[in-house]
């Protein structure tokens, strides 16, 4: 092995002249507020969160591009913050420094309608984002379950319910402007579909989570909104054989849009909290997109397969109201699960297989929560094979906690053993370092010599992905 | 700027006492022999050839990680050859050295048909993987025009006309296995059909031609076979009209599975060179992929669409026997032009840029010609904003191949000029290093620190996307 060991930096000194340098600069947006600070540092994980020092408000790249050069002469971290929907402690500030907060840069730059493609700063929401482009006839596509800025969702690689048929923000993404660690600016490629110049940096600074650079301008693909869309939910007797169901549809290639299985401890959850009365069993929920008659075939088929897997009460929606309801709710699911416990905190993560090891690998996990007396609903991007599991906890039980924990990493670890991935959208963060390590083994020294050859100093979210 | 100035290697010296350590550890898998150095140091292009001092022929992982192991001790560059197809001089050997012979790696190394996916090795090629697939019911659906190495057209970011529908090999592969430039081994991925685990490693190596690393293993997507196809010919008046119905068929949502762009001299060449009788004028060739009622309907709408534009004389294919033929006159074209003017060599090239300047691009591109006494087809994947010219040259005619370089760089400036990319699937190789250069400027640099990260001696196919 070529790597060298592991070596922490140090805490960075809130003493430190760079403070009185920021307010010099930036004056009424930067604040070392202790409640701000606290905010900034925490996330919708249940990992420790940790203050940054001071946060800086921005609203262009050139006031990031300021700011990381002001921290590169301290050797400062810097650590971007979006929405603070994260899942494994990226924003937390491990070793202090300053935040940046993109969240007022809400431009939409341009919106390319003949090239179906549009750039937008790094604070706009994937919902004000498709709130702007109604009117259009296009949509952007990628949609986890917060509104989540879409830098962001960039940086952590996002992906949600229409990733089987539209993508992630990796085929999503179709050029960045990224500050570097030095303050430099790029845009990592230009805006044509497709291009074979050199390596590919849009990827590389896809899924960085802010260790590489800082993000501040995304160009997107978009989408034609679709002439008919039919959305449907459907229970299966077991998780088996809606997985099974999945499969031969994707198989048979109907151009499914969305398909979510969300089991019979989620549904239960879900109608408590968006008072919907779905049958409580392991569902599948579908949306088809395309033509009308197009749309009328798919959904016969996808219906006609079901059936053969023991699929029954199929329930279209149609009305775009009843569709949206449906939707929020599946979007809610987080939330909803968390109610199940009043006064809980849910421990997330998620886990993507092949799908042919997907039921195997739901069918074990609960077999693994039934020996215990903790609530883990589950839901997941069947399509892809990914599912998050969501155990409630106690906050202040530890032997909770780390039966929890325990059951976490089995989770993962068989996840790895069915040839997945630790992670199918949330990311590594400080939360699944070692699981990374576990998945890609020499890989990560990869990951660490390019994180040592962009960021010499470490001064980017450092602690997240790879520790150098 | 952080970077420094460009410093090239010195050229191997091929008394080095590398060549017999190969011969002693290969044996007869090794030859100096000159005929096949200088095959293996030319591809396709118009790019001058530069043979290796010798060539080893590969059968498994292990052995490239030995030759590269040896080759890291001497510091002699290693360059992998797998069909010899690349169009920028990808392949040449400018500083000597090891070429690496994957073609012998032909073994398809898994199936997995209810994922969707496959593992081969680097050598075999694109036709031989969906004649292996052939009864599965699967397909791989990148296709260049050369039925090339599934190695070599991930180490370009291969393209080709399926790729509207079913992306590229950016898209397409899931997981590489890629020796190292100290001859570690590393893979890229898991086999989940996303992942959001730190930095996309797999996109890194797909494109970077054998710079950072050879890939000897590759892990692709597949597509289930259409129920249905339907090929189609049809002529419009001008690029402006056929290009501008291609972008409303987009618009529109319909799937197609491929729309080609051939202008009136390429058919022409086609016709002579496939037997063919297609009308002499700017044409389009569909595919439309789907149900039988998905396919008709399609159809339907892309021939009114067609007809909005003056499409004229649509012309039909369903039967398999007569769309390969259409499909083959397709990939055949670049022999077709060439054979336009007998004795002469293509100056091949590709631009693309964002489709709504497609139209635009392409007749500035001819309005250049005009000018010139020089033949030079057009054809294009026009759904991507992605088209070829070959400029048909006297190889002995130095004033020929100045006035085509002049018009060369003139058409990727204009592309570039359009916010499109220098190449959009035939990669940089040495051809257009100062191209890239202009495409993404500070970008390049990024490049030039990953490339010393990782091969910090400068050994993996010198001089090739970036000088360091």
Not at 103 to 129: F, H, I, P, W, Y
Not at 360 to 384: F, N, Q, Y
Not at 408 to 417: G, K, P, Q, S, W
Request: aromatic share 6%; proline share 4%; hydrophobic share 40%.
């Amino acid at each position: 092995m070529r790597s060298s060991t592991a070596e922490k930096r140090e805490r960075f000194d809130p003493s430190s002249a760079l403070i009185n340098d920021l307010m010099e600069e930036f004056g009424e947006s930067v604040t070392t507020s202790v409640s701000v600070c606290e905010r900034h540092g925490t996330d919708e994980s249940f990992h420790l969160p940790h203050s940054p020092d001071v946060v800086v408000f921005v609203r262009s790249t050139e006031q990031v591009s300021k700011i990381v050069k002001l921290c590169a002469k301290y050797q400062a971290p810097v650590i971007a913050y979006g929405t603070g929907t994260s899942l494994e402690g990226h924003v937390a500030a491990l070793y202090g420094g300053v935040c940046v907060d993109l969240s007022q840069m809400k431009t939409v730059v341009e919106v390319n309608q003949e090239d179906l493609d549009c750039t937008v700063q790094a604070g706009v929401t994937r919902k004000q984002l498709n709130e702007y482009l109604r009117d259009t006839g296009l949509f952007f596509a990628v949609d986890p379950g917060a509104d989540a800025s879409i830098g962001g969702m960039a940086a952590t690689r996002a992906s949600g319910t229409n990733a089987v048929r539209y993508g992630t923000m990796r085929e999503t993404v179709m050029s960045l402007k990224v500050v570097l660690p030095d303050g430099r600016v790029i845009q990592t490629a230009r805006r044509s579909r497709k291009s074979a110049a050199g390596y590919d940096l849009t990827r590389l600074f896809v899924g960085s989570e802010g260790t590489l650079g800082i993000i501040t301008e995304i160009t997107l693909r978009l989408f034609g909104i679709p002439e008919a869309i039919a959305s449907a939910v459907c229970s299966f007797p077991t998780v088996e054989e809606a997985v099974n169901s999945v499969i031969l549809a994707i198989q048979s290639g109907i151009p499914v849009a969305r398909i979510e299985l969300l089991d019979d401890i989620t549904m239960g959850a879900i109608n408590n909290f968006s008072k919907t009365n779905y049958p409580v069993a392991q569902t599948l929920f579908y949306e088809f997109h395309g033509s009308k008659a197009g749309v009328a075939e798919q959904s016969r088929q996808a219906q006609e397969i079901a059936a053969e897997f023991g699929g029954s009460n199929f329930q279209w929606e149609t009305l775009p109201e009843d569709r949206n309801r449906l939707w929020q709710a599946r979007h809610d699911a987080l939330y909803a699960m968390n109610a199940l416990r009043p006064g809980s905190k849910p421990m997330v993560t998620d886990v993507c297989v092949p799908i042919s090891r997907l039921a195997e690998c739901i069918r074990e996990t609960k077999t693994d929560l039934d020996g215990s007396s903790i609530m883990a609903p589950i839901a997941g991007h069947v399509g892809d094979g990914n599912f998050h599991v969501a155990y409630l906890l106690d906050p202040n039980d530890n032997k909770e906690i780390k039966e929890a924990g325990d059951m976490h990493d089995r989770l993962v670890m068989r996840a790895l053993a069915m040839n997945g991935t630790c992670t199918g959208e949330h990311g590594i963060g400080y939360g699944k370092i070692n699981f990374l390590n576990a998945e890609l083994g020499e890989g990560v020294s990869v990951m660490r010599e390019i994180k040592r050859a962009l960021d010499p100093d470490n001064i980017m979210n450092p602690g997240k992905i790879v520790q150098i």
